[in-house]
């Protein structure tokens, strides 16, 4: 499956009415009285792509492939298959485009137009907030008609380009999670379906707003998949990762390369709970990397003793290796050797575990909202919601990781 795709979207699978002669700046308010003639020219052009692609839209939410492709340039129209088989399989139920800027002359292609879109989408739930995309279009005139010549992957950070832009997919769906994974990968989605549906029970404990995700949407990614959905680049040591794409949803995508036999049990549960618990835009305080990752580790561990966790020894070996006994700087570096990271994970799971028994999962998630959500100084927050000095807190959870680590 495949798709960068394009287009209007409509809300509950209802296409908007754009009203002739109206047409909405990149902010979406209306035109301004008074444009040059070649403003005004350019609104006028963007009016009619508009209203391409919100016959497109239409026809996508409709099921109606004939109807999606025929604005498109016979070149474009594979790529458009693709990208329409893509988005109908992962149920698409809202797909909401605006125009992102007037259209533009474009200087590498001579006598085609760029078009700037921005998208919002759901799928299977007509009623979510939507997800969001912005991707370059290229249009052609035709007589008086725009046709779409091309569809640009996103670019935009963090997301980047989503899996269904950018080539075939199969999917399968349950009741609270998706999973997608390449044609070639295809035998494994029973399995991982299964393993994604038991993860998302537990990942529901852990939505600190109190309200779950609608649904979990996990990608499981080949090899080169790896290197290019939402962007790539992500460090070598990185085995799945959540990440947001907008209306608080967060997509998964889980490395098929990295991934131990047993594991992706584990694995799921500690990525769809950072679906269920991160923010909407994430968090970027990498002083709070503990707690992020260390309550994603006690959900993954799903409630097993101590002794049993299997990042014990990399544990060990970073707290007798010079680690300088602060949870703040834990976060390892992208280029850090494998057990350095094993055992950062390892010691965030050890602290919230730490404060879990000490004040509860329920007290710790309103911790956990007040310092990743609420951004309160961690002073604060430790003062407001557990009635204890941070400082002394901290301490006391150091204190268990080197009593566990022996």
């Given at each position: 499956?495949?798709?960068?795709?394009?287009?209007?979207?409509?809300?509950?699978?209802?296409a908007?009415?754009?009203?002739p002669?109206?047409?909405?700046?990149?902010a979406?308010?209306p035109?301004?009285?008074?444009?040059?003639?070649?403003?005004a020219?350019?609104?006028?052009l963007?009016?009619r792509?508009?209203?391409?692609?919100?016959?497109?839209?239409?026809?996508?939410?409709?099921g109606?492939?004939?109807?999606?492709?025929?604005?498109?340039?016979?070149?474009a129209?594979p790529?458009?298959?693709r990208?329409?088989?893509?988005?109908?399989?992962?149920r698409?139920?809202?797909w909401?485009?605006a125009?992102?800027g007037?259209?533009?002359?474009?200087?590498?292609h001579?006598?085609q137009?760029?078009?700037?879109?921005?998208?919002?989408?759901?799928?299977?739930?007509?009623?979510?907030?939507?997800?969001?995309v912005?991707f370059?279009?290229?249009?052609?005139?035709?007589?008086?008609e725009?046709?779409?010549?091309a569809?640009e992957?996103?670019?935009?950070?963090?997301a980047g380009?989503?899996?269904?832009?950018?080539g075939?997919?199969?999917?399968a769906?349950?009741?609270?999670?998706?999973?997608?994974?390449?044609?070639a990968?295809?035998?494994?989605l029973?399995?991982?379906?299964?393993?994604?549906?038991a993860?998302?029970a537990?990942a529901?404990?852990?939505?600190v707003t109190g309200?779950p995700?609608?649904?979990?949407?996990?990608?499981?990614a080949?090899?080169?998949?790896?290197?290019r959905w939402?962007?790539?680049?992500?460090?070598?040591?990185?085995?799945?990762?959540?990440?947001?794409v907008?209306?608080g949803?967060?997509?998964?995508?889980l490395n098929?390369?990295?991934?131990?036999?047993?594991g992706?049990?584990e694995?799921?549960?500690?990525?769809?709970?950072h679906?269920?618990?991160?923010?909407?835009?994430?968090?970027?305080?990498?002083s709070?990397w503990?707690l992020v990752e260390?309550l994603?580790?006690?959900?993954g561990?799903?409630?097993?003793p101590?002794?049993?966790?299997e990042?014990?020894?990399?544990?060990?070996?970073?707290?007798?290796?010079?680690?300088?006994?602060?949870?703040?700087?834990?976060?390892?570096a992208d280029?850090?050797?494998?057990?350095?990271v094993?055992g950062?994970?390892?010691?965030?799971?050890?602290?919230?575990?730490?404060?879990?028994?000490?004040?509860?999962?329920?007290?710790?998630?309103?911790?956990?909202r007040?310092?990743v959500h609420?951004?309160?100084?961690?002073?604060?927050a430790?003062?407001a919601?557990?009635?204890d000095?941070?400082p002394?807190l901290?301490?006391?959870?150091v204190?268990?990781?080197?009593a566990?680590?022996g």
């Amino acid at each position: 499956m495949a798709v960068t795709l394009v287009f209007v979207l409509v809300a509950g699978g209802a296409a908007g009415v754009l009203l002739p002669g109206l047409v909405r700046d990149a902010a979406g308010r209306p035109a301004a009285a008074g444009d040059d003639p070649a403003t005004a020219a350019a609104r006028r052009l963007g009016e009619r792509m508009a209203g391409q692609l919100e016959r497109q839209a239409t026809a996508l939410l409709g099921g109606d492939r004939s109807g999606f492709l025929a604005i498109a340039e016979p070149a474009a129209r594979p790529a458009l298959t693709r990208r329409y088989a893509g988005l109908r399989a992962l149920r698409v139920t809202v797909w909401r485009p605006a125009a992102a800027g007037l259209p533009t002359g474009d200087d590498g292609h001579p006598g085609q137009w760029r078009l700037p879109v921005t998208v919002g989408y759901c799928f299977l739930v007509p009623s979510c907030r939507p997800a969001a995309v912005e991707f370059g279009t290229r249009w052609r005139l035709v007589g008086a008609e725009p046709r779409l010549v091309a569809v640009e992957e996103s670019r935009a950070k963090p997301a980047g380009a989503r899996p269904w832009e950018l080539g075939d997919l199969a999917v399968a769906v349950g009741k609270r999670a998706v999973v997608a994974t390449t044609p070639a990968l295809r035998g494994k989605l029973p399995g991982l379906l299964a393993e994604a549906e038991a993860a998302a029970a537990v990942a529901d404990l852990y939505a600190v707003t109190g309200r779950p995700p609608d649904r979990y949407l996990v990608f499981y990614a080949g090899r080169t998949e790896w290197q290019r959905w939402y962007g790539g680049g992500r460090p070598k040591w990185t085995a799945g990762y959540a990440v947001g794409v907008g209306g608080g949803h967060h997509d998964v995508v889980l490395n098929a390369a990295s991934l131990s036999p047993g594991g992706t049990g584990e694995l799921l549960r500690h990525e769809l709970t950072h679906a269920a618990s991160l923010p909407d835009g994430g968090y970027s305080d990498r002083s709070s990397w503990w707690l992020v990752e260390g309550l994603a580790e006690y959900a993954g561990s799903d409630g097993q003793p101590v002794g049993r966790y299997e990042g014990l020894a990399e544990v060990r070996r970073l707290v007798h290796g010079g680690w300088n006994g602060r949870l703040d700087s834990l976060a390892p570096a992208d280029d850090a050797a494998d057990d350095r990271v094993g055992g950062a994970y390892g010691v965030g799971y050890l602290a919230v575990r730490h404060l879990v028994d000490r004040y509860g999962e329920q007290r710790v998630r309103d911790f956990f909202r007040a310092v990743v959500h609420e951004r309160k100084p961690l002073d604060d927050a430790a003062e407001a919601i557990l009635g204890d000095s941070w400082p002394a807190l901290h301490d006391d959870c150091v204190g268990y990781v080197r009593a566990v680590a022996g």
